[in-house]
């Protein structure tokens, strides 16, 4: 993923689409925005195999959505996030069905991962170094995400759809455990 980010940013220079001084961010943000489009397909087709493919790319793009703005656990190397994220989906996805069946367990998973996370994101590590002000303006935006995703699962479950809002739900669980990971100590620090 870093080589086609630096391909890519070198053909930009070399056609004039972005001038020399912007070539190091713009690389970063190819990079950013192709690992996030692999993750988001290869979490979705790994949690398909276990459940459909439509609860599965609910839970990602849920769990991708609100984990940007919280922070939380920061595997060291990118192998060690793509196994964490591999259990993740896994885990998750066994899970969905039984959560899906019984009402108590979503409202009680919703619950309990809106208040930890409403409360401990953003995330922080020495590496990261939020600011206070930075620390605010993310804890604000993870609140209107985990707002939004709360809604959006609310709205499925008027719908009958008790299987993408488990996904919601489940991943606001992922979140929540996230941050709780980051916040013991686990991973970069």
């Known amino acids: 993923m870093e080589q086609i980010a630096k391909k890519l940013t070198q053909y930009f220079l070399a056609h004039g689409l972005i001038k020399e001084d912007d070539a190091e961010v713009c690389q970063y943000a190819l990079y950013r925005r192709i690992s996030r489009a692999v993750g988001l397909i290869a979490l979705t087709l790994l949690g398909g195999l276990i459940t459909d493919f439509g609860s599965a790319f609910c839970f990602t793009v849920s769990f991708l959505f609100l984990r940007e703005r919280t922070g939380g656990y920061h595997a060291k190397t990118e192998w060690q996030c793509a196994l964490y994220?591999?259990?993740?989906?896994?885990?998750?996805?066994?899970?969905?069905?039984?959560?899906?069946?019984?009402?108590?367990?979503?409202?009680a998973i919703m619950?309990?991962?809106s208040a930890l996370i409403w409360v401990s994101s953003p995330a922080d590590n020495k590496q990261i170094h939020l600011s206070r002000a930075e620390s605010k303006a993310m804890a604000k935006r993870a609140r209107l995400r985990l707002l939004l995703l709360g809604a959006v699962s609310l709205a499925l479950l008027g719908v009958h759809g008790h299987l993408f809002?488990?996904?919601?739900a489940l991943a606001e669980l992922?979140?929540?455990?996230?941050?709780?990971?980051?916040?013991?100590?686990?991973?970069?620090?």
């Open 165 to 168: 809002a488990s996904s919601i």
């Open 174 to 189: 992922s979140v929540a455990v996230s941050l709780m990971m980051a916040t013991a100590g686990f991973g970069i620090q």
């Open 85 to 107: 994220s591999a259990a993740m989906i896994f885990a998750t996805m066994f899970a969905l069905p039984i959560f899906a069946e019984e009402p108590n367990n979503y409202w």
């Open 111 to 113: 619950i309990a991962s």
